[in-house]
């Protein structure tokens, strides 16, 4: 019986997994083709163009716990402003509550990231300062004064 239920919410996870790479691996193919032809259209612009040596842009991926952008640096200042000093993983977890994320459905140590991320480009530009660790070593902040 045990068997039966963990191949119940195994399979379905195992099929949408393929169809997931199945998807990919068109879009991949797509973008290869696409790749191709822009290649041609270089070639018949100037033959002699060495197209070996492109390198590929890396992409940004998207923040998918701040929509827009500066609302990670919004929230984070306004906690800080609110709270005086807190931890990077404080901060994380009152961005969990105030957005309403569901703990088990994010990546929390993404989230915690992002988090020292902002917290990082904020101390660059002097609007934040370290202030101590915690027990685990987690940077302690705090607005500069």
Known sequence: MAQSH???ALVPLRSELAGKLAALQQESDRIRSDITTLDAAIKIVDPGYKITGLRAKRT???NVFFAKHGDA???VLETL???GTLSTTEVAELAITHKGLNRT???TKALKACILTTLSRQRIKGVVVEAGRDSD???KWRLKN
Do not use: M, P, V
Request: overall charge positive; cysteine-free.
């Open 81 to 83: 402003r609110e709270s």
């Open 73 to 75: 640096s919004k929230f």
């Open 137 to 139: 070593g987690t940077i």
């Open 60 to 62: 940004r991926s998207k």
């Open 105 to 107: 459905s994010i990546d």
């Open 6 to 8: 963990a191949l119940s």
